[in-house]
Each structure stands twice: as C-alpha cells, then as structure tokens.
C-alpha cells in the first residue's frame, strides 16, 4: 500500500515579533546580564561621583571646572559603555561558544531574522541603559560638583537621549563584528581597539586626512551627540555617522552569518 507524507512547514518562529520575543526572553534569562547591568550602574554611579568631586576641587581652586551635571555623567559613560558592548558580544558569540546558535536558527530558520531581532532588542537595551545611566548618575554629579554642575533641563535631555541612541548604533555594531568574528575575546578586543586605541595613536602621525577620520570613529560621534554643541559637525551628522558604523557591522555579520555554517 502507498501512503504520501503529510507535508511539513518550516517553523517560521512567530515571524518579526516572535522572534524579538524569543531573543528579548535569551537576553533577560541570562544571569550575566544583570551582573553586567548592575556592574555598569556601580561604575557610572562612583566615576560620576570622582569626575563631580574632581569638577568641584578644580573650580574651587580657580581652574575653570564648570560642567553641567549630565555631560558629567556622559564622560564616566564613555567608559561604562562596555555594558552595551559586553551584552552585544555575548548576545551572539555565546551562542556559538555553547552551540545554542543551532537551537535559535531552528526556533527562526531566517538567518536575517535572526540578526534583524537581536538588533532590535540591543538597540532597544542600548537605548533604554544609556538614558537610565544619565537619569541615575545625573543627581549624583549635580551633588558632588556642587555649583560648577549646574544644569538646564535642555542639557539632561541631550544628554538621555544622544547616549542612549549613541550607545543602541553602538550595540548594533558590536553585535555585527560578533557575529562575523564569532568569538568574544576578539570581538571585545576588536571593539575595545576602535573605541579607545585608534582615536589615541593615530593622531600621533600628524597627518591631516587621518585627524579628519578620526572624528568620525564612534566615540567620537557619540560625544558630539551627547554633549558636545560646538564639535566637528551637529548631531545629524553624528546620527548618520553612527547608524553608518552599524550597518557597516550587521552587513558583514550577515555576509559571514548567511554563507558560513552555525
């Protein structure tokens, strides 16, 4: 007798929102998560709190110290961004490290669904960490910095809003490099080198066409984002560079995630 198999359907995942849904409950389950959230809100609470005391010692000694409060935050920020760049690299190469990769492409079979909702859910993460960090760090430095923090809300507001948009771009594309790289320590490393290394030594060559790149590395256009009115270029500018250096990420996350096995 001949019987004819049913036919099957690939498992679609729930579509877009089940798969936001399915990487924002990978993301909130995870322990390390809240370690790194707690971690980073320590760190931007204590160095608000140094950068203000520091604000307020130079000021009271004739130096011109002043600052408002939020950018005060800001500059403590531009060390505790290694929350977003931790919760992007771990996002993706500790799925590889742990083989769970082949659980996710087969809960969503579409690679490029797969990137596209793990880059709403950190852009998302990005967005909300780097406003809650201004808002908590933001009373702290006004008490430590005394009269040389003073603030108009217009400052607060840059402030919430040009490092948490800053730092969601920044998670994009440190999620991209991860999933290229597929390996924590040189992503970290990696993302560490352009953040921090390359705005310090290449200047040191003096050549005009390298200071001019250099001021549109990510760091750079997060600070004129957040803080800085009289920079190289506006905001929108510093918007486009950063939305540029993420897709720039997720392109070549997607070209090694769509041609490489899991």
Do not use: C
């Amino acid at each position: 007798m001949n019987t004819t198999a049913a036919p099957t359907r690939t498992a679609s995942g729930g579509g877009w929102p089940g798969a936001i849904a399915f990487e924002w409950t990978k993301t909130v389950s995870v322990r390390s998560t809240w370690w790194i959230i707690a971690s980073a809100l320590v760190a931007t609470l204590l160095g608000t709190w140094l950068f203000g005391a520091s604000a307020l010692a130079s000021g009271r000694n004739g130096l011109d110290s002043a600052m408002p409060a939020p950018y005060i935050v800001v500059q403590t920020m531009l060390a505790v961004e290694m929350v977003i760049v931790l919760l992007a690299t771990f996002s993706i190469t500790g799925e590889y490290s742990t083989g769970s990769i082949m659980t996710t492409l087969q809960s969503v079979p579409r690679r490029g669904l797969v990137l596209l909702s793990k880059t709403a859910v950190l852009f998302a993460a990005g967005l909300v960490l780097g406003a809650a960090l201004i808002l908590a760090g933001t009373p702290v430095a006004a008490i430590s910095a005394a009269e040389f923090g003073t603030f108009e809300f217009s400052d607060l507001l840059r402030a919430i809003v040009g490092t948490g948009v800053g730092l969601g771009f920044l998670g994009v594309f440190v999620l991209g490099l991860g999933t290229a790289l597929r390996s924590a320590s040189l992503t970290i490393i990696t993302t560490l080198g352009l953040l921090h290394l390359i705005p310090n030594l290449l200047p040191l060559f003096g050549s005009d066409a390298i200071s001019e790149f250099v001021r549109y590395l990510p760091n750079q256009a997060i600070t004129v984002l957040a803080v800085d009115t009289t920079g190289p270029y506006g905001w929108p500018t510093a918007v486009l560079v950063l939305l540029g250096w993420a897709a720039a990420g997720l392109l070549l996350g997607h070209l090694v995630l769509r041609n490489r096995d899991a």
